[in-house]
């Protein structure tokens, strides 16, 4: 193991401690969930990042999504001509220049929507959660309906996977919310991880499977940083249920089709406005704060994240740069942190960092997020509005030391 690597392992047992400090040091930790956290991440890291057979099914991963975006070019050319990607009527002065993201890359989140809601109406997506939500169960006692809810975050958002278990929602006691509002914070929607696939994959090889991985490693994390942040109270039960689909989404496929491509047109519109505004926000932002401090709001935030890109294994040289991005991931969304690293090409970063950086960004960890999940939650649940708005910031926090576990995880697991 290189002085990288041992740097990863050291880090990671730091975040741990981290969330618990946060926490209050409080009892009711228990051996197991810490054990059970660590090597189930470790474990899922290993199998994903090393095992040949899956490796190689991260390369079919990212022919899935270069045929997905192929298939969407033809409806958005169609559309709206060579702005959505098709035959240009002049020369293109440079490669890359005929790009606008919004007509090219964001209507992708349709088709996938789409896609996504036909197969949760076939009853694929249900399948695989439920034998995911068995094993989280059984690993770290957790009760039926958060499980489940922990489970769909690896395929959906964090306003769907809470519907999902919407008739046990009220009955979760506050360290099962926690859980289920961190490991919505922590994971992203099959959505926007195709998205996000595309538009990193010149500059991370197999992009859409090692964001597969990341969101598959987020789960365990996800509880382990909850857990230390929040324990149950001593004597405090599980709530049971959420072994099967509460309730039926769709009276037959096309309904779901139809119904898929509304959410994922709501979504798409959301994307755009939240790009809009936040994004001429941090640029407000810089304008005051640059000629008075000399600094832009990503250089603080690379400032003040730099012990956590350090924790991770990012050697110090390049922590500020992780650290940055971090910061803007938080304050803006994880979409402008990929566009950045994509439009750098990881400049200034070593692979293994940009693959670890990539890993720490794969999750909803952003102030926006938390009042669409804070929303969301209180529609589905009013009688537990108290307690959903009061763990909405801590979600945050616990959200993104579970994202910077599943960095650390990959760093211990990748040479230099």
């Not at 857990?227 to 004597?235: E, S």
């Amino acid at each position: 193991m290189s002085m990288l690597q041992l740097q990863s392992a050291v880090g990671l047992l730091l975040l741990c401690l981290l969330a618990w400090a946060l926490g209050g040091f409080r009892r009711g930790v228990t051996a197991r969930v810490v054990v059970a956290g660590l090597l189930l991440q470790l474990a899922l890291g290993a199998v994903l990042l090393n095992l040949p057979p899956v490796r190689a099914a991260f390369g079919v991963a990212g022919d899935a999504v270069n045929a997905l975006a192929t298939a969407t070019k033809a409806g958005t050319s169609l559309v709206f001509g060579y702005l959505g990607g098709g035959p240009l009527p002049f020369a293109e002065p440079f490669p890359g220049a005929s790009f606008i993201l919004f007509f090219q890359a964001l209507p992708l989140v349709l088709v996938v929507g789409a896609l996504s809601a036909v197969l949760y109406h076939w009853g694929v997506l249900p399948f695989v959660v439920k034998g995911m939500a068995g094993v989280l169960r059984r690993l770290f006692g957790l009760g039926g309906a958060t499980g489940f809810s922990v489970a769909a975050n690896v395929f959906v958002g964090m306003v769907e996977a809470p519907l999902m278990i919407r008739a046990w929602l009220a009955k979760l006691t506050r360290a099962e919310m926690f859980v289920v509002m961190t490991a919505g914070l922590a994971t992203i929607s099959g959505n926007t991880l195709v998205v996000y696939a595309l538009i990193i994959s010149p500059v991370v090889p197999d992009a859409a499977g090692q964001l597969m991985a990341a969101s598959l490693i987020a789960a365990p994390a996800s509880i382990l940083a909850a857990v230390l942040m929040m324990p149950p109270a001593p004597g405090e039960g599980v709530t049971e249920g959420g072994e099967g689909i509460p309730e039926k989404l769709y009276d037959s496929s096309m309904d779901a089709l139809v119904q898929g491509t509304q959410d994922g047109l709501n979504l798409l519109l959301g994307i755009m406005a939240s790009l809009i505004v936040f994004v001429a926000i941090v640029a407000l932002i810089n304008l005051a704060l640059e000629p008075v401090t000399g600094f832009t709001l990503q250089a603080l935030m690379g400032w003040v994240l730099w012990p956590v890109a350090w924790a991770m294994g990012v050697p110090a040289a390049e922590a500020a740069t992780v650290g940055a991005s971090l910061g803007v991931k938080m304050i803006i969304n994880e979409f402008v942190s990929y566009l950045d690293l994509a439009r750098s090409g990881g400049a200034g970063l070593s692979e293994r960092s940009r693959l670890i950086l990539t890993y720490a960004l794969c999750g909803f960890t952003n102030l926006g997020s938390v009042g669409i999940m804070v929303g969301g939650m209180t529609a589905m649940c009013p009688d537990r509005r108290k307690d959903i708005v009061a763990l909405g910031l801590p979600s945050l926090i616990s959200g993104t030391i579970a994202c910077c576990m599943t960095g650390a995880v990959v760093g211990v697991l990748t040479s230099p």
